[in-house]
């Protein structure tokens, strides 16, 4: 079993910045991949970027050169750094992490940013 716990959120002016933070507990040495997706109100949930055990990182398109995913494994805690956020940037971020071995999908309760124009 694996815990994520959101952080972070908030309301912040477009252009502004903001990092979240996921903290994981639980069984995070068989995690393989950790992520960020995002809904916005009466949207479908989006991947936003993603980091992998060996320190990998991609992302969406509408986040590259703006967002940055890194960990601290010390901490067990992924980061997702938004810069230059826009309106649109506003929704419920999630953490998600993926075990292959087990095919498991772990999601936490998310954290809500709103950016005002």
């Known amino acids: 079993q694996v815990q994520l716990v959101e952080s972070g959120g908030g309301l912040v002016q477009a252009g502004g910045s903001l990092r979240l933070s996921c903290a994981a507990s639980g069984s995070i040495f068989s995690i393989n991949a950790m992520d960020w997706y995002r809904q916005a109100p009466g949207k479908q949930r989006e991947l936003v970027g993603g980091i992998t055990s060996g320190g990998s990182t991609n992302y969406a398109d509408f986040v590259k050169g703006r967002f940055t995913i890194s960990r601290d494994n010390a901490k067990n805690t992924v980061y997702l750094q938004m810069n230059s956020l826009k309106p649109e940037d506003t929704a419920v971020y999630y953490c998600?992490?993926?075990?292959?071995?087990?095919?498991?999908?772990?999601w936490g309760k998310g954290t809500l940013v709103t950016v005002s124009s």
């Open positions: 998600h992490a993926f075990i292959r071995a087990t095919l498991m999908n772990y």
